[in-house]
Nanobody, 121 residues
Framework: QVHVVESGGGLVQPGGSLRLSCAAS????????MSWYRQAPGKERELVAAIPSAGGSTNYADSVKGRFTISRDNAKNTVYLQMNSLKPGDTAVYYCNLDYRSPFGVRSVYWGQGTRVTVSS
């Protein structure tokens, strides 16, 4: 059974930093492309950052470029989202997304339960 658990959310002042973590188990993590999404109250869920299964090239939403960094540690089955220079507009529930490809090419997608980030003074 696949488990996806996010952690690291909380309340932070504008300009502050947080690091989110997403740990996965029950599958071969190195076969997963990983992404972070967020959903603010009254808004649709949006892609924040993505990193391919082997690491390397990353993608970011324009709104977070230069402030957020996605990384992964395949030895720890964990993906991270370092968030710096946080703004009130970053307030949302952040979700981890796993896009798994089996050796036979079968695709499966998994979501974490979300971790809340609140940026406020």
């Amino acid at each position: 059974q696949v488990h996806v658990v996010e952690s690291g959310g909380g309340l932070v002042q504008p300009g502050g930093s947080l690091r989110l973590s997403c740990a996965a188990s029950g599958l071969t993590f190195s076969r997963c492309a990983m992404s972070w999404y967020r959903q603010a109250p009254g808004k649709e869920r949006e892609l924040v950052a993505a990193i391919p299964s082997a690491g390397g090239s990353t993608n970011y939403a324009d709104s977070v470029k230069g402030r957020f960094t996605i990384s992964r540690d395949n030895a720890k089955n964990t993906v991270y989202l370092q968030m710096n220079s946080l703004k009130p507009g970053d307030t949302a529930v952040y979700y981890c997304n796993l896009d798994y490809r089996s050796p036979f090419g079968v695709r499966s997608v998994y979501w974490g339960q979300g971790t809340r980030v609140t940026v406020s003074s």
